[in-house]
């Protein structure tokens, strides 16, 4: 077996296990508000969650292909495959400490950044120019950074409506028929992650097997591809992410049915839009920034502001702190060379 296939292999492995690290550490926040309002049991959230994130992921392929062209030249990248197999172990140390501690961060901003930081550093060693396509890589950044402000503007907006709208009903009766509604909310929502997130991996498998020759097309995803990580993704998702689930549900505000439903609504609406447009953005940074939006709404005070700061500030850093780590490991792999 030659070495460029054993490396291909080894980076569709990497995929899988970040795409599975993706589905305990991201999928929590789509069924978090179902769970904290006892809407469903947790058991039947996660393999509702796993289900839906399943058929999200092998229903679209535009974000992968944008993850394939967008970030770097699969065709001007040198040593790529090991660019490749160096972002994902980044991504995934990165996954796995903000699991550890709690903290729903973006997987998103984690492969992308370590992407970039792996590309460069590869580049700088070898005396080549950057083989970032910057304008692909800017609009990604960009969705990336609008889309908790969008999240946010649509989570305050829904639930402004439902207050206007519901004044004069019972809020226990209510609150009684959202909690049913909100089940169909999560599962959209956990659809919607799928459509979305499952799609980095399916980019990355294909990014590696451009890279190293076993195909040509940059616009095309293998089917064996987008079931593979769609399988991660949901096998990923029955394991669960309760800490998660804990912050998101819990500790940003005290939700009730119809904020969960609000928030649902609001998150879901931007991820399909991004979904549609084949860019790829933070499902954790949008459902988080739904539920502040609701809260906003509903009562400012009583948003946890102390926790929303620190999500913000694990978001900020997820990048530039991905970005080094990735370079690092590139470098320590180029030692062996």
Do not use: E
Not at 49 to 56: D, E, K, Y
Not at 209 to 226: E, K, P, R, S
């Amino acid at each position: 077996m030659d070495n460029i296939l054993i490396i291909t292999i080894a980076i569709v492995a990497a995929a899988l296990v970040f795409d599975f690290i993706n589905g305990f550490h991201d999928t929590a926040n789509a069924i978090a508000t179902s769970v904290s309002t006892k809407a469903i049991k947790p058991k039947h959230a996660i393999i509702m969650a796993a289900i839906m994130n399943f058929l999200g992921a092998i229903s679209f392929t535009g974000v992968a292909k944008s993850l394939t062209k967008d970030i770097v030249d699969p065709f001007a990248l040198p040593h790529g495959d090991i660019v490749i197999l160096a972002a994902l172990i980044s991504a995934i140390i990165w996954n796995l400490l903000t699991w550890y501690f709690g903290i729903p961060s973006s997987s998103s901003h984690a492969l992308i950044g370590s992407i970039a930081g792996a590309a460069l550093t590869a580049a700088f060693i070898a005396g080549q120019s950057s083989p970032l396509n910057y304008a692909g890589f800017t609009k990604i950044i960009q969705a990336l950074i609008l889309a908790p402000f969008l999240a946010f503007a649509a989570g305050y907006i829904i639930y402004t409506i439902f207050k206007l709208t519901l004044k004069n009903f019972n809020l226990d009766a209510t609150n009684r028929r959202f909690r049913y509604l909100q089940v169909l909310t999560a599962a959209f929502q956990s659809y919607a992650h799928g459509t979305n997130d499952a799609q980095k991996s399916m980019g990355i498998i294909t990014l590696a097997l451009i890279a190293n020759g076993y195909q040509t097309d940059a616009d095309g995803v293998h089917f064996w591809v987008q079931v593979a990580c769609a399988t991660a993704m949901a096998v990923g998702t029955s394991i669960g992410g309760w800490k998660i689930i804990k912050t998101v549900g819990s500790k940003i505000m005290k939700i009730k049915p119809v904020n969960g439903v609000a928030a649902d609504l609001g998150s879901m609406s931007v991820i399909f839009t991004a979904t549609g447009l084949g860019l790829p953005v933070s499902t954790t940074h949008v459902i988080s920034s739904s539920i502040l939006g609701v809260g906003s709404s509903h009562r400012i005070r009583g948003v946890k502001w102390d926790t929303a700061q620190r999500m913000v500030i694990t978001w900020v850093i997820t990048l530039p702190i991905s970005a080094a780590v990735a370079g690092l490991v590139y470098y320590i792999f180029t030692l062996f060379m």
